[in-house]
């Protein structure tokens, strides 16, 4: 995959087939066959941000497919 971009992107962006927001924050935009999409880091709000999952954030759609389960994660990224 090629890059798309490079930077950081922050947004509250939908997971798939739900209407629930989540905040999420991923580096570069890779160039897939379903558009550019950024391989990101899901944090929770309901447990105060100190919950994590990783997966592919599709910078068209503005959705979010996760890949992984929710785990600990302390991170200074995470906005609450």
Do not use: K
Not at 7 to 36: I, K, Q
Not at 56 to 76: K, Q
């Amino acid at each position: 995959m090629n890059v798309h971009s490079l930077g950081w992107r922050s947004d509250w962006v939908s997971e798939v087939n739900t209407s629930l927001r989540y905040f999420m924050v991923g580096y570069a935009s890779l160039h897939t066959a379903y558009g550019p999409a950024v391989w990101a880091t899901q944090f929770s709000q309901n447990s105060g941000g100190d919950t994590a999952r990783w997966g592919v954030w599709n910078l068209i759609t503005n959705r979010f497919y996760p890949s992984s389960g929710w785990m600990r994660a302390v991170s200074a990224l995470c906005p609450y």
